[in-house]
């Protein structure tokens, strides 16, 4: 009889670390079986479908649907509608990822009932209690009966939150399996802009890539406008490229902020699938960004990163790679900035393990784990 591992999907960046576990098991083992939940947190055809497709994804066996909310009734209706599937499937054990609200919610049910839980991307920490996903992170942690994590510095924060040293496990980044194993397939940036709008500007030299999502940049009225301005300031000198997430568009809407954006130097775009953003980092001069999971990707690509935050939670993007934070301050931003137009940036190296293989290794240990 083969185990079930119920791996859980919820967000965008969960879709990217989920893809090599449930090939890995496919593929690599004949102990495991793999069900997927997709809790339905992004439902969004950009937010979702997209990423299903492009990394080959299987359809998920349950789609729990439950949309958009306030924190507290987005993880309460996961859990409510996660319950009856975890009583009728029986798994040998739960498989989350990440940080999101779909996480917890999941970590949580299971826990509750006694079912093992596996956390991929264990012991991260910004130690900062103003971000969501930093309190996923911590709680999740502490009910996990397997820890997998991928950096050195995971290892010593779960420690120091007293987790027990077998439960941890450091296998690397799955993040970046999904990332070695599409590069060839990224989408060039003439076929995008071809697809999504004309762009024709943008093809002639060089361009920065921005993202942007997080409430503590796109919520309050000023910052976000400052940060705007930034990028305005910063277009004057290299083209950028902002494929903007859907609670920043709203937020722009909601400020009167999206006319700033009507500038030549500027090209707005919606959500991307991964293939298609993948194919516009690797070839961007710098990238601007809040996001957790670009910090590392970049690292992994050689591309310069200047990280829209006050903290990471992934030092070894500072420390190794290619990372510089510089949270929200007009002159911190520009000086980066130009530091990477002046210098080309930092070298970085690739970290250990971030090498293609975490998920066969998770895999490799879950056989074993699993009797
Ligand atoms: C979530 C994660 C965040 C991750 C991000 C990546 C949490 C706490 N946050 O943030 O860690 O970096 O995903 O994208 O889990 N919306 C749509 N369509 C969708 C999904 C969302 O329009 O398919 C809009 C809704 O207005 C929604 C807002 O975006 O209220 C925020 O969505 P939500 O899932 O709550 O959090 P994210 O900001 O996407």
């Known amino acids: 009889m083969k185990h079930k591992i119920m791996c859980i999907v919820g967000a965008r960046p969960n879709f990217t670390k989920i893809a090599p576990i449930m090939r890995a098991i496919k593929n690599h083992s004949s102990r495991l079986e793999g069900y997927l939940v997709h809790t339905g947190q992004h439902y969004d055809e950009a937010m979702k479908h997209s990423f299903f497709e492009q990394l080959g994804i299987p359809e998920p066996d349950v789609d ?161 406008t400052s940060l705007i301005n930034s990028l305005v300031d910063v277009s004057k000198e290299l083209p950028l490229i902002f494929p903007v997430h859907p609670r920043t568009k709203g937020q722009m809407e909601k400020f009167g902020l999206l006319h700033k954006l009507e500038n030549e130097n500027i090209l707005v775009l919606p959500p991307l699938g991964y293939l298609h953003l993948l194919g516009l980092m690797k070839n961007a001069k710098l990238v601007l960004t809040d996001s957790g999971g670009i910090q590392e990707e970049t690292t992994a690509l050689g591309v310069p990163c200047i990280t829209l935050r006050e903290n990471t939670e992934r030092p070894i993007t500072i420390t190794e790679g290619t990372n510089v934070i510089v949270g929200s301050d007009p002159k911190k931003i520009k000086a980066a900035f130009s530091d990477v137009m002046q210098t080309d940036g930092k070298a970085g190296r690739i970290p250990e393990y971030w090498d293609g293989k975490a998920a066969e290794r998770i895999v490799e240990f879950l056989d074993k784990w699993i009797e």
Request: proline share 4%; hydrophobic share 40%.
């Open 64 to 224: 729990l649907e439950v949309g958009s909310g306030s924190h507290a009734v987005q993880t309460a209706e996961v859990m409510k509608r996660f319950e009856p599937i975890l009583d009728q499937e029986n798994p040998s054990a739960v498989l989350v990822v990440g940080d999101v609200n779909s996480t917890i919610a999941c970590a949580l049910v299971a826990a509750k009932k006694q079912i093992p839980v596996i956390h991929v991307e264990a012991g991260l920490r910004s130690f900062d209690r103003t971000m969501p996903e930093e309190i996923n992170r911590v709680l999740t942690d502490q009910i996990s009966n397997l820890l997998f994590t991928t950096e050195r510095s995971a290892h010593e924060n779960l420690a120091r939150e007293g987790i027990a040293e077998d439960k941890i496990c450091f296998v690397g980044n799955v993040m970046i399996d999904t990332l070695l194993h599409n590069l060839t397939k990224a989408i060039p940036i003439e076929k995008t802009l071809a697809e999504v709008r004309d762009g024709e500007g943008f093809l002639q030299g060089e361009y920065g890539l921005v993202t942007m999502h997080r409430p503590a940049n796109v919520d309050d009225e000023t910052i976000l």
